[in-house]
């Protein structure tokens, strides 16, 4: 058996209580790993799908599972950090999916099998990766996750999200607000170019002599011409970004000193949100399906292009021209779910088909949009129609685009969990 096969246990610092695992049913067993965007539309959608003729588990520690998306809203005082959490309750009771709050730590693809931190292990006739980001170790120098808790990342939903809105509101008057952007990929929504944009809209609210620095590696970023138009309109002068031509490329930071060092330049900050270089949540690379940092997937199924028996869905994947976006893997969900019930049942596999729409507030009743359409093809999920908000756009359209991300966001939630 190969080693990247091999069960692999991590060191967790919290003794877990043994999961309720329902015993094998005779069923074909469909186990999902990661509650999200992706992983609890699968879940849904093979239990609601098949009629009872698969055994659905999903493995997910939290509890209450807190969106990313949206979660800059939050930061920006249009919604509620309660509004961002939704229960598994319904999942469990009105569609008969066996969740299981535990951490999947192994998988051993020759048995066919995961292990879970409890010591539980699960066999499957399928298994389902959703794990989300987690981050590049050494991406941004004298930053680490034993840092988060200094210079908070805010890029998994939860208690990080919580932390950066605390220190926003700690803030001293005229303070300095530094965000470190993610270079390619990255996920997004919560986009970053959106957070600055609720960051500036809570100082100009609460604190609107304070400054905000945007360190950012790259060269152009999504929706750019949208959002400094904006910048310019709502938030003059409070904003200024300092790309790779200024430095941005070359950062450094301190959290025992809350100093940013730019081109070798150090500068005090009083608050500094660090988002990393990303790469596939940790059970994917436990499982030996990444190509280092993404795991690759064939473009008609999302089935991994290194093991015939799992799928690997949303921010975790190699798969093309789609962003890692919570639209992106609750499409690509219900693909997957299509194409692992054919197999598992005999049921018709349709034709794949994916999309894709990305909502960002820059102010009130401001939002803007981009999105595509896509087909796979022999060697990726391609864009085939595509669409952007414009500058200038009447005021009555960017309150529209806003309203309409308020009814997507409803939407998917109810699609993910009930």
Request: charged share 15%; net charge negative; proline share 6%.
């Amino acid at each position: 058996m190969a080693l990247s096969r091999r069960i692999f246990l991590s060191t967790l610092t919290a003794t877990l209580a043994a999961p309720m695992v329902m015993a094998q049913t005779g069923k074909p067993r469909v186990v999902v790993v990661g509650g999200g965007a992706g992983g609890a539309t699968i879940a849904r959608y093979l239990a609601k799908d098949s009629k009872g003729a698969l055994d659905v588990v999903l493995i997910e520690p939290a509890r209450t599972y807190y969106t990313c998306f949206f979660s800059n809203l939050y930061l920006g005082g249009f919604q509620t950090y309660e509004s961002l959490g939704h229960s598994y309750g319904k999942l469990a009771t009105e569609y008969g999916i066996n969740v299981v709050q535990d951490y999947a730590v192994g998988v051993d693809r020759d048995a066919k099998s995961v292990t879970l931190a409890s010591g539980t292990t699960l066999s499957y006739d399928r298994l389902v990766l959703s794990p989300g980001i987690d981050f590049v170790e050494n991406a941004v120098p004298g930053w680490s996750t034993a840092a988060q808790h200094i210079m908070p990342h805010a890029y998994k939903g939860g208690s990080q999200t919580q932390l950066l809105q605390a220190q926003m509101a700690a803030m001293p008057q005229g303070g300095t607000f530094a965000m470190v952007a993610p270079p390619n990929p990255y996920r997004c929504p919560p986009g970053p170019y959106e957070r600055i944009s609720m960051v500036a809209h809570h100082f100009k609210t609460n604190n609107p002599t304070a400054k905000i620095l945007l360190i950012d590696p790259k060269e152009t970023y999504s929706k750019q011409a949208l959002f400094e138009e904006g910048w310019n309109i709502h938030y003059p002068g409070m904003i200024t970004r300092i790309g790779p031509d200024m430095g941005g490329g070359v950062i450094e930071v301190r959290p025992d000193t809350m100093e940013i060092v730019v081109d070798g330049e150090a500068e005090k900050v009083d608050v500094c949100n660090v988002i990393p270089a990303q790469r596939a949540g940790n059970i994917a690379a436990i499982a030996g399906v990444t190509d280092g940092n993404w795991a690759p997937v064939h473009p008609d199924s999302m089935l991994s292009k290194a093991d015939e028996n799992i799928y690997v869905l949303g921010d975790a994947t190699n798969q093309g021209d789609m962003p890692k976006s919570g639209f992106s893997a609750n499409s690509q969900a219900k693909v997957a779910a299509n194409h692992i019930r054919g197999a598992l049942t005999g049921s018709t596999v349709f034709p794949a088909k994916y999309s894709n729409t990305c909502w960002s507030l820059i102010a009130p009743d401001d939002g803007v949009k981009v999105g595509a359409s896509y087909e796979p093809t022999a060697e990726k999920i391609a864009s085939v129609e595509s669409f952007v908000s414009q500058t200038g756009e009447d005021a009555a359209l960017r309150k529209a685009t806003y309203e309409e991300s308020l009814g997507w966001y409803a939407g998917i939630t109810t699609d993910m969990f009930g």
